[in-house]
């Protein structure tokens, strides 16, 4: 029966905070209306208790004052409900009600001491006009003008001293002068916290339109930088006699720190490249850019491999922080003799798939960049003959994550290029990004993923 009772007053209570809500209502708009038809709803019940409670008194004058107070906050709430947008209108009527009963009644009914008090009931005209009126001063001058009303009243009202000698032993003007100065206070206090209210919502204001802009203007500078990120990345693959070659990067976030490339050495040899730098976002686009001008640097036909990788071992560890490192696989592919010399600094092995089916790791052969400062690096050296095929890869691909909590694995990425061996090294690239996409379309993407599948042409087949 609690529960029920519980459960009853909770659906009430949702249904009153719900009367005049509008979707267009700001926070501040919205609570407002929430105060008002809340305190409507309990207007209701205590102006028609005071209707019965004055027509069996014998005061019929009050009963209809509550009376006609029991039908103004009916029909506002009423019209609230159905029209949420009279809202602005239905408190200046109350306001104006609120002001302007009191003092009609207490001059029906020949003063302030017959009234038992409703003057006081018009103070919530001029604290009403506080959250009702945009300009303040309008308030105050509410305010002054009920003070005045209040004021003239006591003054002019007839046989005063003897109305009021029989309810007080002290003289009625001090009274009615202390009421105002009381009143005055209270008037002043709140208009003091709404005044640091409004402050405070209008420098949140600002605060919120400033974040708004430094936001658009870094989703500017994002959508900027994926541009030029996009642009440093080959626009195609390489045209190499005998070979066909591919590659696709997909970042986790605007930019990345994923990095592929085809850097021409001289007419027979070119260098493939594939990094990945530690972290994601801005800063390891920034490095992986850094990382692209100093590699470009070093390439030229006399370059030796392995000292071209310490050098750039040293730039990223004088360029970045402790925490920040690079893995990279940078081959050398020979067009003539199919052989590849390669350094592999910390990245996840490439595997060369043989013709025949077999499968070779290209492991690493030393730390990732960065990480050391003086590192050294022994290339190592793998044929690529005809029919065979080349997969270098970062780790957002077999560590792709579906929601059971499985990863990709790089068997499964070995598995489905061996079954698609056969089309182009562009249709390879798109059916493992498709396959990761799938593997993990449950699940939010956590790293850049990057691909490139190297081709041997087989000239005795095609």
């Known amino acids: 029966m609690n529960q029920l009772r519980t459960g009853l007053f909770q659906r009430i209570l949702s249904f009153v905070l719900s009367i005049g809500a509008d979707p267009e209502d700001s926070d501040y708009v919205r609570l407002i209306k929430r105060i008002y038809y809340v305190s409507a709803v309990f207007g209701c019940v205590a102006s028609l208790g005071s209707t019965v409670w004055y027509f069996l008194s014998g005061q019929s004058l009050m009963a209809w004052l509550f009376f006609f107070s029991f039908g103004l906050f009916i029909g506002t709430t009423v019209d609230g409900f159905l029209y949420p947008r009279h809202f602005r209108g239905i408190i200046f009527i109350v306001l104006i009600y609120f002001v302007a009963a009191p003092v009609f009644v207490t001059v029906l009914l020949g003063g302030i ?3 038992e008090g409703v003057l006081m009931i018009g103070l919530m005209g001029p604290l009403l006009g506080l959250v009702f009126f945009l300009k303040r001063r309008w308030a105050v001058a509410l305010f002054l003008i009920y003070s005045g009303f209040v004021l003239g009243l006591a003054l002019i009202e007839p046989r005063l001293e003897d109305s009021a000698a029989e309810h007080f032993k002290m003289d009625p003007f001090m009274f009615w002068l202390s009421f105002l100065v009381v009143a005055a206070f209270i008037f002043g206090v709140m208009y003091f ?3 640091q209210r409004d402050k405070a919502h209008r420098l949140l204001a600002e605060e919120k339109a400033k974040s708004e802009r430094l936001l658009r203007r870094i989703e500017t500078d994002l959508e900027q930088a994926a541009r030029i990120q ?8 390489p045209r190499l006699e005998g070979y066909d ?4 990067n997909i970042p986790c976030y605007e930019v990345g720190g994923d990095y592929y490339d085809f850097v021409p050495v001289d007419a027979d040899r070119l260098g493939v490249v594939i990094a990945d730098v530690s972290g994601k976002g801005i800063s390891a686009s920034l490095l992986m850019a850094s990382l692209r001008a100093a590699l470009l640097a070093e390439i030229h036909p006399g370059y030796d491999l392995g000292h071209m990788a310490s050098r750039l071992n040293d730039f990223v560890f004088k360029s970045s922080d402790s925490s920040s490192f690079i893995t990279f696989f940078f081959g050398e592919l020979d067009r003539r003799t199919g052989e590849m010399r390669y350094i592999n600094a910390g990245h996840n092995p490439p595997f060369v798939l ?3 089916g077999g499968t070779v790791a290209l492991k690493s052969l030393g730390f990732a960049l960065g990480m050391f400062p003086g590192a050294t690096y022994e290339p190592g050296t793998v044929s690529c003959g005809p029919g065979d095929l080349a997969v270098l890869f970062t780790d957002g691909i077999p560590e792709g994550r579906n929601a059971q909590g499985r990863d990709y694995s790089e068997d499964r990425l070995q598995n489905l290029v061996r079954q698609y061996r056969g ?4 249709e390879i690239c798109r059916k493992v990004i498709g396959d990761v996409h799938g593997f993990s379309s449950e699940t939010q993407p956590c790293d850049d993923i990057t691909l490139v599948v190297l081709k041997r042409v087989d000239i005795s087949s095609a």
């Open 354 to 356: 043989r013709r025949e």
């Open 230 to 237: 996009k642009d440093l990345l080959p626009r195609e693959g």
């Open 245 to 248: 070659i591919s590659g696709l």
């Open 113 to 115: 001491w017959r009234t």
């Open 423 to 426: 089309l182009s090294a562009a």
């Open 193 to 195: 916290f709404v005044v």
